[in-house]
C-alpha cells in the first residue's frame, strides 16, 4: 500500500472549475469522499454545455487525480460518495426581480448508477440535478474560476470551502498598494456557510485550531493564495474574523514547458491566442479551436470577444468565447490579406492595411452574430424570411428541398437572407453599421 503522486499528465493539465458565486457561498457539507466525487464531476462540465449530461468517473482517476493510497478499498469509498450525495441538500440564498430575499433548498445530484460486482467495472455514472443548471451551465451572474490542480492535495473539506470562498476576493488584491484583499465574516455566518451544525466547535478556540488554522496552512503549502488574519472582538468575545487574501506566488500554477512545446506544433500562432484567452478557457479547449477552425476565424473571434467584455457586455466570457470563435466569418474570405478586388496598392500605411484587413473579417463576424440572435429570439422571422426568399428576386435560388440553415450557408442565397434581416431591424446592426463606414473611410 502506497500513496500515488498526482499523474505527471493531472499535475500538468489545467481543468478549470466554474461555479456561481451564490453556489460558493452556499451552505452544505460533505465529507473528504463527497467532495472528491462533487469535484471530479465539476471538472467534467465543458464551457459549451447547454445541458447537463451523464457524467462518468472512475476509481482509477480519481486515485491518480487527488494522489491517494490504493489500498483495495478506493471504489467502495468513491461509491459510497457518489451515492451519499443523492442525499445532500444545498441551501442557496437570492433576491427575486421584487427584491425580497428567497432560500432555495436543492438536491446536488439526481442519479447515480455504478456496478454491484467491482470485478465487471469501477465506472461511476452521475447526473447532477436540474436546479444547480443556473448555477454551473448558465452562468449570468457573476462567478467564480480556478484551476482545480489548487485543491487536489486538500484533504479538509474545510480547507477546499475556505479557499473558494477567498479565491472570490483575489480579483481585489491591488498589488500597488497594501497588496492584499480583504474578506469579513461573523463567526456565526462562517459556520453556517462551512456547514458546521449547532453544537459543534463551540468553543472559539477549538474552532481556530482545527479549522482556520488548518486552512491558512493547507493553502499556504498547496494553492496559489494565502491569507492571515485579524480578529474582532465584543465584549472579549472574538465575533468576527477578517481574511487577508494574498497571493502565493510560490504555487502559482502554471502550463509547463512540455506542454507549450506541443502547442507550437498545432500552429506556429497558438501561444498568441492562449496568452490572450487563457484566463477563461483551457489549453485544450484552444487546441480544438486549432483543430476545426481557421486561424483567420479564430483570431477575429477572440478579438471581438475581448472588446465586448471590456466593454462590459458579455457576462459569460467562456461561453461568448466558444461563441464567437465557431461564428463564421464571410466564406469568401480566406486570410488577412487584402481582397484583389480592393485598391491596396494605393495603401503605403501598413497599420491601415492591416485595420482594413481585420475590420473586412469583423465586420463578417458582427454581421452573422447579429443575424443569428435575431434567428434565435425571433420566431417569426425565419417563417417571414423563408416567405420573401421562395417568392422575391431570389426565388429561383432558394432551393425548398433544403432546409432554412442550409440555405442560409449558401453564399449568394445566405446573403440575399442575412440582407432581409438587415432590412427589418436596422436598430440591431449599429455597431455593424458603423464598422462599414470606418471601413469605407479607410479605403478612399
Not at 451552505?27 to 471538472?43: A, G, H, P, Q, S
Not at 470485478?119 to 448558465?138: A, V
Request: aromatic share 10%; charged share 35%; net charge positive.
Amino acid at each position: 500500500m502506497r500513496k500515488t503522486k498526482l499523474s505527471e499528465n493531472v499535475a500538468n493539465q489545467i481543468k478549470l472549475i466554474r461555479k456561481s458565486n451564490k453556489l460558493v457561498e452556499a451552505r452544505y457539507k460533505f465529507d473528504i469522499w463527497e467532495m472528491r466525487v462533487f469535484v471530479k464531476m465539476l471538472t467534467l462540465i465543458r464551457p459549451e454545455d447547454q445541458d447537463f449530461a451523464q457524467y462518468r468517473i472512475n476509481s482509477t482517476e480519481i486515485i491518480h487525480d487527488f494522489g491517494l493510497y490504493d489500498n483495495g478499498s478506493i471504489y467502495k469509498s468513491i461509491k459510497e460518495g457518489a451515492e451519499k450525495l443523492l442525499t445532500k441538500q444545498v441551501e442557496i440564498e437570492r433576491i427575486d426581480e421584487e427584491g425580497r430575499k428567497k432560500r432555495i433548498k436543492a438536491n446536488l445530484i439526481s442519479s447515480t448508477e455504478s456496478f454491484v460486482d467491482e470485478n465487471e467495472g469501477t465506472d461511476i455514472i452521475l447526473k447532477f440535478d436540474p436546479e444547480l443548471r443556473r448555477h454551473l451551465l448558465d452562468l449570468k451572474e457573476k462567478y467564480l474560476t480556478y484551476d482545480v490542480r489548487n485543491i487536489l492535495k486538500l484533504t479538509s473539506v474545510y480547507s477546499i470551502r475556505i479557499y473558494e470562498l477567498l479565491k472570490q476576493y483575489e480579483g481585489m488584491i491591488d498589488e500597488s498598494k497594501q497588496g492584499y484583499a480583504k474578506r469579513k465574516f461573523s463567526i456565526d455566518e462562517l459556520k453556517k456557510v462551512l456547514g458546521i451544525e449547532e453544537g459543534e466547535y463551540q468553543l472559539y478556540g477549538h474552532f481556530k485550531n482545527k479549522i482556520i488554522l488548518k486552512a491558512q496552512k493547507d493553502l499556504e503549502s498547496e494553492t496559489d493564495i494565502r491569507f492571515e488574519i485579524e480578529e474582532e472582538k465584543s465584549s472579549r468575545k472574538i465575533v468576527s474574523i477578517i481574511f487577508l487574501i494574498y497571493r502565493n506566488n510560490k504555487n502559482s500554477k502554471k502550463e509547463p514547458k512540455s506542454k507549450k512545446q506541443t502547442t507550437d506544433s498545432v500552429h506556429p500562432k497558438f501561444n498568441k491566442i492562449y496568452a490572450k484567452v487563457k484566463d477563461f478557457v483551457s489549453v485544450e479547449i484552444v487546441e480544438s479551436w486549432f483543430k476545426e477552425i481557421p486561424y483567420e476565424q479564430i483570431e477575429v473571434g477572440v478579438g471581438y470577444a475581448l472588446s465586448q467584455f471590456k466593454r462590459g457586455k458579455v457576462n459569460d466570457m467562456v461561453k461568448y468565447l466558444q461563441k464567437m470563435v465557431r461564428t463564421e466569418i464571410s466564406p469568401t474570405i480566406e486570410s488577412k490579406s487584402i481582397p484583389p478586388t480592393a485598391p491596396a496598392i494605393r495603401f503605403e500605411n501598413e497599420e491601415a492595411v492591416e485595420e482594413i484587413a481585420k475590420l473586412k473579417l469583423a465586420s463578417d463576424l458582427v454581421f452573422n452574430e447579429i443575424c443569428n440572435d435575431l434567428l434565435a429570439t425571433n420566431k417569426t422571422l425565419k417563417n417571414q424570411i423563408m416567405i420573401n426568399m421562395q417568392n422575391g428576386l431570389f426565388a429561383k435560388f432558394y432551393n425548398q428541398s433544403l432546409s432554412f440553415e442550409q440555405n442560409l450557408k449558401d453564399p449568394m442565397v445566405g446573403g440575399a437572407m442575412k440582407g432581409l434581416i438587415h432590412q427589418a431591424f436596422p436598430e440591431a446592426f449599429t455597431e455593424y453599421d458603423i464598422m462599414i463606414k470606418r471601413l469605407k473611410q479607410l479605403e478612399k
